[in-house]
């Protein structure tokens, strides 16, 4: 599937700051199923980019804006060609805990095995496990429950943006049996990581199809779970809308967490208040062009939630949840 991404972030500062320093996680991964065919972002007030791989293999830019300005806006486009993973058995031989046990797995994955930031384990997702046959004395072989789990998160939590936000911890979600897709990522890392099973947190883009019910806002970004199994490496999982990830998701950012992989994150420098607007288009594309370099950018240009500023430098963390 070819898809056209359109991301577009404004910052609005009710006073001018003197000074903005941002990083940006919006550049969609190459992989085998994911071909970027072209990347480029746009900044207002003009801002020289730069750019890194984050020690998650992440692309991330950054850029200062060293002048004074009331809006900061960042348009974010992409041409992206996916395709569906190989189709998975139903369930897996009971060999595969031991190769999970195995050493190499066990370094490989490290990151991805223990309680992190929002994947914690707390008592009452203790209490939903239990509810639910979640528990780890309750696993049979790894895929079928994760199937499980992701069905059972999907069909025990309403959809419902708003009443949560980017930093709620999962006992909000699991409080109001409601959330968006970035309490639900969570809730199934946590789980999956004690059952012992390595997982991440994907940050990316979801090409809704209302007709395959899709919950998700088709104007936001998204978040699903990518569970390691030996047998198929990183398997994906969609629990807010009960499915497998496939051709229609589009893969950005990897962490431990939301923490990790925030689309936009910086300070700025001023005496203000900010308000965030965030529009998100995946459409499909009619024709690609020219794969670029990985990292060439032609042309840098930006504008655009709510946060306080000081008089010095302070964190001003993108609060668009992801949906």
């Not at 065919?37 to 801002?47: T, V, W």
């Not at 999970?100 to 209490?127: D, I, M």
């Not at 010095?312 to 668009?320: D, H, I, L, P, S």
Request: hydrophobic share 35%.
């Amino acid at each position: 599937m070819l898809l056209d991404i359109r991301h577009v972030t404004r910052y609005h500062y009710e006073k001018k700051v003197r000074e903005s320093v941002m990083e940006l996680r919006m550049q969609p991964q190459k992989s085998i199923r994911q071909r970027l065919i072209s990347f480029d972002l746009e900044l207002e007030p003009r801002a020289q980019l730069f750019s890194y791989i984050d020690p998650f293999g992440n692309a991330v830019h950054h850029f200062d804006v060293p002048q004074p300005h009331d809006e900061l806006t960042i348009v974010a486009r992409a041409c992206v060609e996916t395709q569906d993973p190989p189709e998975l058995p139903e369930h897996l031989d009971l060999g595969e805990w031991d190769r999970l046990k195995s050493s190499f797995t066990q370094a490989e994955c490290f990151e991805f095995l223990h309680p992190h930031g929002f994947t914690q384990v707390t008592p009452a997702l203790r209490e939903f496990m239990a509810s639910k046959a979640l528990e780890a004395s309750q696993i049979r072989d790894p895929l079928s429950r994760l199937r499980y789990l992701n069905q059972t998160i999907y069909a025990c939590f309403a959809y419902e943006p708003g009443v949560t936000r980017a930093d709620s911890k999962i006992d909000e979600a699991l409080k109001r049996g409601g959330g968006v897709c970035q309490d639900f990522a969570h809730i199934m890392i946590a789980i999956a990581r004690d059952w012992g099973l390595p997982a991440r947190y994907v940050s990316g883009y979801l090409f809704t199809d209302r007709k395959k019910g899709d919950r998700s806002d088709p104007d936001a970004t998204h978040a699903w779970v990518e569970v390691f199994l030996p047998s198929h490496r990183w398997v994906g999982f969609d629990p807010t809308n009960n499915m497998l990830t496939c051709e229609r998701h589009v893969g950005v950012a990897i962490g431990r967490d939301y923490g990790d992989v925030p689309p936009s994150r910086g300070v700025y420098k001023g005496d203000s208040d900010s308000h965030l607007a965030v529009d998100v288009s995946v459409t499909k594309a009619k024709s690609a062009v020219a794969e670029p370099e990985f990292f060439h950018l032609p042309r840098p240009t930006f504008r655009g939630g709510r946060r306080r500023g000081v008089d010095a430098f302070r964190e001003e963390q993108q609060q668009q949840q992801q949906q």
